[in-house]
C-alpha cells in the first residue's frame, strides 16, 4: 500500500486516496476552438508511462483536496519533494 | 506410543510434561518445545506425505517454514481445520489432531502411489502436451482426475469457527527473524531510542542460536546469553517482540504484512479470542534478518523417507532432544554438514560415512569430525538409495567413477549448502547480487529503507552473523534519525565458518534418463526435467519454471531455487548471473484467509445501508432489494400474496388514489455560493441562469466524453443555494466529479459541495390524492395546484418538522416529495401515513415505483444508458440548453464522428405479440428469428415489466435508429422462442402529462 503525501494532511495511506489519472491535461477555456481532433486526444489519450510519471490524486477520504504527485509508475516510488 | 528416538537429555522440550496428540487416528506423545515434526521423528514417524504427481512416499525434510513434504491437515474438527500445514511450524499441544494429504486409503498404502510407475509418461509439461484435445475431455475428464490425484489438502467445508484481528503499527525499525543477527540489530536499535519491532516466525526467538549448543559467546553458552539478549530487549521500553509472526510480504513503502498466530499452538482456544492477527507495519527503517535456507543435492531417489537435511537433523537432536535415525550416511558439499554428523555421533548415532563431493574437504569442523573418528570419503558423490516407505541403504562411490559401495542406513543427511533467505528483500524490489564465493544470490542495491544482515546478507559465521545485525541495527538507527550507542563485539568462541556448497545435478554414473533426482520436492520437479525443458527450447528461467513447475506453490524457490540455476548453468554453459532468478512472490509461507478477511465477515462484510424508514417496512413484511450497499423495499405483499400480485395492487393504488414511497436513498448534494448556478451551467446539459428560486428542473449530467452520467431534480432554494438529487447510486461518483471539476478546471468558481444524502429521508406521495394526504400537515405554505405547480419547492413544516417540499413526480401522477431531517424520517412518514388512511394509502416499493416510470418513459441511468448512450439517443436532448457556450460533454457531442453519425441505439417502446409475455431485460433484438446464429443484433431491451394500468406487457429498448421505425416489428430472441415485438413510442400512459395535476 503506498504511502502518499497529501499537501494539506501530510503521508496518508493509499486506501484514504482516489486515483484522478495524469496530470497537467488541462480542459481548453473555450473548447469551441479545439478541433476535433485535439479534443478528441484531450478525451482519450493518456502517456500511460513505464516510469515517471505525473499523476492527480483526492485525499477522498481526508481533506477532499486534489493535488498532482509524481511517482514512478515501475518503482511506484513518490518523488517526496515534489508533491504540490 | 513410547517416544523411542527421544533423547535422554538435552534440548529446549520440557520432558517433565507430555502431550497427547494424533496423526493420522494414531496417538502419540511429545512434550511442550516440540512441533509436530520433531514429535513425530520422536515416536520414529518419517512418512508423512506423499508427493504431489507422483504420489511417492515422502519424509520430514526439514526442520523450518521451507518444509515441502511434511504438509499436514490440523484441526479438531471441520470449522478449526487447517490444510497445507508445514508439520515442522506446527507448535505441539495438548490435544493435537493432524493427518497427512494426497493419499488414498492410507500413507503406506496409497492407490495413487501406481502413479510413481508409470513416471516416465510423465514429464515436464505433460498438462500442456497430453490434455489439448479434445477441449471438453479437460474440463470433462483430465482436470478433475488429475485435481483429485495431484493436490495439496482439502479446502474445509465449513465456515472458519475462528475469528481474526488486524491492526495497524508504525515503528521506526522493524527487524524480520530473531536469529542472532536479528536480534544484535533490535538491540542496537532499541539502544538508539528508536521504537522496534521484532518478529519472528517461531514460537520463540533465537533462530539457528535455539539450534547452537557448542558455542560459547561472551564467555556464557548459547541459552544463557540469548536468554540475557532477550531480557534486555524486553526491558527496552519501545520493543516490541513478535514471537509466531511470520512477515510473508512486502509491500511499497516500507509496509510489511505480518501474520501473528495467537492461538494456534493452544489447546481448544475459546472462539471469541482471535485465532491470528493481521499486522500492517509501516516501518521508517527495516532490517532482514531472515537467515538462509540449506539446499538439498540432487542425486538419484533422493527423496525416500528417511532422507534428510543435514543441519535439520542437527537441529533435532541439539534443539529438540530427537535422533532422527540411528545409522547415517552423509552426503555434502558443505563444512556445516559435519557439525550435523558429529551431534548424531554424539547423541549416540552411527555415522556410516560421510560422502564430501569436495576432493580435499578442510576446516575446523571436518577435523572435529575426523579427531571424533568418523569416516570421512572425500571426492566421493552419493549414486542411489533404497526403500519404499524409509531409506535402508544407500550407494556412494567416487565421484571420478569406480564401483560403488551400499551402505545400510536409516537416515541420509544433505547439505549443498545454504541459500539466503531474500524472499522479502526482493519482494521488495531491490536488487539481488550474485556472490560467486558464496555461490549464491544475495541483497544488493535496495529499493526501499532496508537492508538484510546475516546469513540473509551472505555472512557464514556466527560472528560475522552477530556483527552484521548489530552494524545493519545502527544503520537502520541512524538512517531514521537515531543514533546507537557504541557496543563491544561479541567474543564467539566453538563456531567456526562453515562453507562449501553446491549447484545442479551431482554426479552419479548413471544413465540421467532413468534415475530421478528430486529438485523440487512439493511439486515432483526433477533434474531430468528441467534438463528436457532446456533440450525443448526453454532458455528464460522463469519459462522454464512455468513449463517444469519448479519453485511453485509454497515453495518459492526456497529449496529449489539455485539447484534449478545450477542445472540450467551446467547445460546451457553460461553462469547464473546471466540466467538470472525467477521473481519471489508473497506470501513466505501461506497465510489462511481468515487472516485478510479480517473484521469484514457477515454483517461486517458489507455493511448494509438502512434508511430511517426501514424498520417500518421491514414490520410491515416488506420485501427487501440490494440497491448498491442499500436496502430499499421492492415491495410489501399482503397475506399471501406473490410479487407480481402485491406490485399489480401497488401500482393501482398509486393510478386510483396515493401511493407512499420511501426514496431517501437518492443521492443529494446542496450547492451554495455566489456561482452555484453558473457552476451548475458548466456542470449539467441545462440551462440554470434563468430557474427562479423555489423552482425545479430535471438535470442531466454528461461525463467529458458526451454520455450519460446521471440524472436527478434539482431544486434552487435562493440565488446561491441549490438542492442537487441524484441517482442512488450515483452520489459519490457525481460528487467526485463535481469536486475535480470544480478544484482543478474551475477554480475561480466561489461554490461549496456538501454530501446530504445522509441528512434527509425523503418521502414521496403520489397519485391523484397525493395533496388531500399532505395538505393536513402542512404548515407555512400554500400547497394549492396555483400557488405550487408541478416543478416548484417550497420550504416548510410537514407534520411539524422543517421540511424540504417539492412538487414532483416519477409515476407521472401528481406527487410531492418530503424532504425532511433524516432523525425525523420515520416521525413524519408514520404521521404521513397515518394522514393518508382516509384516502387508502398504499405504501409501495421499487419494484412499482420501477413500473410506473417505465410506464411513463422515465430512463433510469444505468438500465436504460450503458455508458455509451448521449442524451439524445435516450430522448433527452430537450433538456439541453441550447444557448449555453459550454458544459460537461457539450464539445464531445459537438464532434463530427456525433453529429454526423447514424443508427446509433435510441429509446422506444416495445409491444409484445401477444402482450402477456414479460421480456427478459438485455434481451437482442433481431429482424429475422430463424436466421442461424450470428445474426446482426439490432439493439436490446433495457427494461420489462407487466403493466398493470395497460393490463399488459410493455418493455424499454434501445434500438438502432429506433425512433423512425416506431410500429415496425422486430423479434426478441428468448432463451427457448423469439417473440415478437412491435416499436412504440416509450411513453405508454398520459402522454400529455394531465395527470400530473391529479
Ligand atoms: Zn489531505
Known amino acids: ?84 | 506410543m513410547s517416544q523411542s528416538f527421544r533423547l535422554a537429555e538435552g534440548g529446549r522440550i520440557d520432558r517433565s510434561r507430555t502431550l497427547a496428540f494424533r496423526f493420522d487416528g494414531r496417538a502419540y506423545a511429545g512434550h511442550p518445545g516440540d512441533t509436530l515434526a520433531s514429535a513425530l521423528l520422536a515416536n520414529g514417524v518419517h512418512l508423512v506425505g506423499r508427493s504431489f504427481k507422483y504420489h511417492r512416499p515422502r519424509g520430514i525434510l526439514t526442520a523450518g517454514a521451507e518444509e515441502p513434504n511434511a504438509l499436514v491437515g490440523v484441526g479438531r474438527d471441520e470449522g478449526h481445520y487447517t490444510p497445507n500445514l508445514r508439520a515442522t511450524q506446527v507448535v505441539l499441544h495438548d490435544g493435537l489432531v493432524a493427518e497427512s494429504q494426497n493419499r488414498f486409503p492410507s500413507l503406506e498404502r496409497d492407490v495413487g502411489g501406481l502413479t510413481d510407475l508409470f513416471w516416465k509418461f510423465i514429464p515436464a509439461g505433460f498438462y500442456y502436451k497430453t490434455f489439448m484435445w479434445p477441449k471438453t475431455a479437460w474440463t470433462r475428464v483430465f482436470e478433475p482426475r488429475i485435481r483429485a490425484m495431484a493436490g495439496l489438502g482439502r479446502a474445509p467445508e465449513i465456515a472458519d469457527a475462528a475469528c481474526y484481528a488486524q491492526r495497524y503499527a508504525h515503528c521506526d525499525v522493524l527487524v524480520v527473524g530473531a536469529g542472532p543477527a536479528g536480534i544484535e540489530a533490535a538491540l542496537a536499535a532499541a539502544s538508539s531510542g528508536a521504537r522496534v519491532i521484532l518478529c519472528d516466525e517461531q514460537a520463540e526467538p533465537g533462530g539457528a542460536l535455539l539450534a547452537e549448543t557448542d558455542a560459547t559467546l561472551d564467555g556464557a553458552d548459547v541459552a544463557s546469553f540469548l536468554a540475557t539478549r532477550l531480557s534486555w530487549l524486553q526491558a527496552a521500553g519501545q520493543v516490541t517482540i513478535l514471537p509466531r509472526t511470520i512477515a510473508f510480504g512486502y509491500f511499497p513503502h516500507n509496509m510489511i504484512g505480518l501474520a501473528q498466530d495467537l492461538t494456534d499452538h493452544l489447546g481448544e482456544p475459546d472462539d471469541t479470542q482471535p485465532r491470528g492477527r493481521l499486522w500492517q507495519v509501516r516501518a521508517r527503517e527495516v532490517v532482514i534478518a531472515t537467515g538462509a535456507i540449506e539446499r538439498p543435492l540432487a542425486f538419484p531417489d533422493n527423496d525416500r523417507p528417511g532422507i534428510m537435511l543435514a543441519d535439520a537433523a542437527r537441529t533435532y537432536v541439539t534443539r529438540y532432544g530427537v535422533l532422527p535415525g540411528r545409522n547415517a550416511v552423509v552426503f555434502t558439499a558443505h563444512d556445516s554438514a559435519y557439525a550435523a554428523a558429529l551431534a548424531l555421533h554424539r547423541a549416540g548415532a552411527r555415522i556410516a560415512a560421510i560422502a564430501d563431493l569436495r576432493p580435499d574437504p578442510s576446516g575446523e569442523l571436518v577435523e572435529a569430525a575426523r579427531a571424533a573418528g568418523l569416516p570421512i570419503r572425500p571426492g566421493c558423490t552419493l549414486t542411489g538409495t533404497e526403500g519404499r516407505l524409509r531409506v535402508t541403504a544407500a550407494t556412494i562411490a567416487r565421484r571420478d567413477g569406480g564401483a560403488g559401495e551400499r551402505l545400510s542406513c536409516d537416515l541420509v543427511l544433505m547439505s549443498g549448502g545454504f541459500t539466503p533467505s531474500v524472499h522479502l528483500f526482493s519482494q521488495s524490489r531491490g536488487k539481488l547480487r550474485f556472490d560467486p564465493a558464496l555461490d549464491a544470490f544475495i541483497p544488493g542495491e535496495p529499493a526501499e529503507a532496508c537492508r538484510a544482515a546475516g546469513a540473509a546478507a551472505g555472512t557464514t559465521s556466527l560472528a560475522d552473523a552477530l556483527a552484521s545485525g548489530r552494524a545493519a541495527g545502527e544503520a537502520a538507527a541512524t538512517a531514521a534519525g537515531f543514533t546507537a550507542p557504541p557496543a563491544m563485539a561479541i567474543a564467539v568462541a566453538n563456531a567456526p565458518a562453515a562453507t562449501g556448497g553446491f549447484l545442479g545435478a551431482t554426479p552419479h554414473g548413471r544413465n540421467s534418463g532413468a534415475v530421478r533426482a528430486f529438485i523440487d520436492f512439493q511439486n515432483d520437479v526433477t533434474a531430468k526435467d528441467i534438463s528436457l525443458a532446456l533440450r525443448e527450447g526453454f532458455r528464460s528461467v522463469e519459462h522454464v519454471k512455468r513449463y517444469t513447475t519448479n519453485g511453485m506453490a509454497t515453495d518459492q524457490g526456497k529449496l529449489s531455487n539455485m539447484n534449478a540455476l545450477g542445472i540450467m548453468s551446467a547445460e546451457l554453459g553460461r553462469p547464473i548471473p546471466e540466467i538470472g532468478t525467477t521473481t519471489f512472490r508473497m506470501p513466505y509461507t501461506p497465510v489462511p484467509f481468515g487472516y485478510f478477511a479480517g473484521y469484514a465477515r457477515g454483517a461486517l462484510f458489507e455493511p448494509e445501508r438502512h434508511t430511517p424508514i426501514h424498520d417500518w417496512a421491514e414490520e410491515q413484511g416488506a420485501m427487501f432489494e440490494d440497491v448498491g450497499t442499500w436496502k430499499r423495499a421492492r415491495y410489501f405483499p399482503r397475506e399471501g400474496e406473490t410479487m407480481h400480485r402485491a406490485v399489480a395492487r401497488e401500482c393501482r393504488a398509486v393510478r386510483a388514489s396515493v401511493g407512499i414511497f420511501d426514496a431517501s436513498t437518492l443521492g443529494k448534494i446542496e450547492i451554495v455560493g455566489p456561482d452555484a448556478a453558473e457552476f451548475l451551467n458548466r456542470m449539467y446539459v441545462n440551462a440554470w441562469t434563468k430557474l427562479k428560486p423555489g423552482r425545479l428542473r430535471y438535470g442531466v449530467l454528461l461525463r467529458e466524453d458526451g454520455f450519460v452520467i446521471d440524472d436527478g431534480v434539482i431544486g434552487r432554494l435562493s440565488d446561491t443555494r441549490f438542492h442537487v438529487t441524484t441517482t442512488t447510486g450515483g452520489a459519490p461518483r457525481v460528487l467526485a466529479m463535481m469536486e475535480d471539476y470544480l478544484q482543478t478546471e474551475f477554480p475561480e468558481l466561489d461554490v461549496w459541495l456538501t454530501s446530504t444524502t445522509e441528512q434527509y429521508a425523503v418521502i414521496a406521495v403520489q397519485g391523484p390524492r397525493a395533496r388531500d394526504v399532505i395538505a393536513p400537515l402542512v404548515e407555512g405554505a400554500d400547497i394549492s395546484g396555483a400557488a405550487m405547480p408541478h416543478m416548484s419547492m417550497v420550504e416548510c413544516r410537514v407534520a411539524g418538522i422543517p421540511a424540504r417540499l417539492f412538487r414532483v413526480s416519477f409515476t407521472g401522477e401528481l406527487g410531492f416529495e418530503i424532504n425532511v431531517p433524516a432523525d425525523y424520517g420515520r416521525a413524519v412518514w408514520e404521521a404521513v401515513f397515518d394522514a393518508g388512511r382516509r384516502h387508502d394509502v398504499t405504501a409501495y416499493g421499487t419494484e412499482t415505483m420501477h413500473v410506473l416510470r417505465a410506464e411513463k418513459g422515465y430512463i433510469i441511468v444505468g438500465q436504460e444508458t450503458d455508458g455509451t448512450a448521449t442524451p439524445d439517443d435516450v430522448g433527452l436532448a430537450w433538456a439541453i440548453g441550447k444557448a449555453k457556450p459550454d458544459f460537461v460533454g457539450k464539445r464531445a457531442l459537438d464532434r463530427a464522428a456525433f453529429a454526423g453519425q447514424t443508427g446509433r441505439k435510441q429509446l422506444v417502446g416495445l409491444f409484445t405479440e401477444p402482450g402477456d409475455v414479460v421480456l427478459e431485460e438485455g434481451a437482442h433484438l433481431v429482424t429475422d428469428p430463424d436466421r442461424p446464429p450470428p445474426a446482426e443484433i439490432l439493439g436490446h431491451v433495457t427494461s420489462a415489466y407487466w403493466s398493470e394500468t395497460l393490463g399488459r406487457s410493455i418493455a424499454l429498448a434501445l434500438v438502432r435508429g429506433g425512433r423512425d421505425r416506431i410500429g415496425e416489428t422486430f423479434h426478441v430472441k428468448l432463451s427457448d422462442r423469439a417473440i415478437p415485438v412491435r416499436l412504440t413510442d416509450p411513453v405508454f400512459y398520459d402522454r400529455e402529462g394531465a395527470r400530473l395535476d391529479g
Do not use: K, Q
Open chain 1, 1 to 84: 500500500m503506498l504511502l502518499i503525501p497529501c499537501p494539506h494532511c501530510g503521508e496518508r495511506p493509499e486506501i484514504e486516496f482516489a486515483y484522478g489519472g495524469e496530470a497537467h491535461r488541462v480542459r481548453a477555456a473555450d473548447p469551441r476552438a479545439v478541433d476535433d481532433a485535439s479534443w478528441t486526444d484531450y478525451l482519450y489519450i493518456r502517456r500511460n508511462a513505464r516510469g515517471e510519471f505525473e499523476e492527480r490524486w483526492r485525499h477522498a477520504h481526508g481533506c477532499g483536496r486534489f493535488f498532482n504527485l509524481r511517482r514512478n509508475t515501475y518503482t511506484d516510488m513518490i518523488d517526496r519533494g515534489a508533491a504540490r
